[in-house]
T-cell receptor, first 114, second 114 residues
Framework: KNQVEQSPQSLIILEGKNCTLQ??????????LRWYKQDTGRGPVSLTI?????NTKSNGRYTATLDADTKQSSLHITASQLSDSASYIC?????????????FGSGTRLQVQP | GAGVSQSPRYKVAKRGQDVALRCDPI?????LFWYQQALGQGPEFLTY????????KSGLPSDRFFAERPEGSVSTLKIQRTQQEDSAVYLC????????????FGPGTRLTVL
């Protein structure tokens, strides 16, 4: 069964600090991996999309890494801001005989405190 | 508007009632997805359209759930004889074309079944 596990479940950091969120997956066949940011009461917003051949991708203060061999990804947030407080969701896409499936993690809830 | 819109934003239904949730995707987006998100969890895939064709409905939890996109743009998710376990946020997302393009999510409809 395709699964996406995220850790930690929740995280509290002080404004200005860095943090790293983890995502492990068992999805096959792999198509791409996405990180989304979801503010409370809003729909998820895409941060990055990475395919099998991409090891790292940045979007401003967000940097995602992908190790397709170990099936692990991380999202690093640099110099955190109060507005970074949100849930961060890892999503892995697979393509199996023409049927595309997305498997979502449960998310990491990040709280940035002043 | 430029984004995905959903209506209503909030819906309270009595158990046994039928409900219809509407999604207006971004103009020109071929792919449309419906997700169900329980409190504190990541979204769970329900169904996927490419234009008017429903290519994957494997995530629909029961035959009380029905989705349509008759003209390849607006989509409606209908839930018949609602049950308390149907209470969740229903998210709609659209993209230019899968599998690689970014999905843009709507704000969701929060359904509460009493």
């Amino acid at each position: 069964k395709n699964q996406v596990e995220q850790s930690p479940q929740s995280l509290i950091i002080l404004e200005g600090k860095n943090c790293t969120l983890q995502c492990n997956y068992t999805v096959s066949p792999f198509s791409n991996l996405r990180w989304y940011k979801q503010d409370t009461g809003r729909g998820p917003v895409s941060l990055t999309i990475m395919t099998f051949s991409e090891n790292t991708k940045s979007n401003g203060r967000y940097t995602a890494t992908l190790d397709a061999d170990t099936k692990q990804s991380s999202l690093h947030i640099t110099a955190s801001q109060l507005s970074d407080s949100a849930s961060y969701i890892c999503v892995v896409s697979s393509m199996d005989t023409g049927r595309r499936a997305l498997t979502f993690g449960s998310g990491t809830r990040l709280q940035v405190q002043p | 508007g430029a984004g995905v819109s959903q209506s209503p934003r909030y819906k309270v239904a009595k158990r046994g009632q039928d409900v219809a949730l509407r999604c207006d995707p971004i103009s020109g987006h071929v792919s449309l997805f419906w997700y169900q998100q329980a409190l504190g969890q990541g979204p769970e895939f329900l169904t996927y359209f490419q234009n008017e064709a429903q290519l994957d409905k494997s995530g629909l939890p029961s035959d009380r759930f029905f989705a349509e996109r008759p003209e390849g743009s607006v989509s409606t998710l209908k839930i018949q004889r609602t049950q308390q376990e149907d209470s969740a946020v229903y998210l709609c997302a659209s993209s230019l074309e899968e599998p690689i393009h970014t999905q843009y999510f709507g704000p969701g409809t929060r359904l509460t079944v009493l």
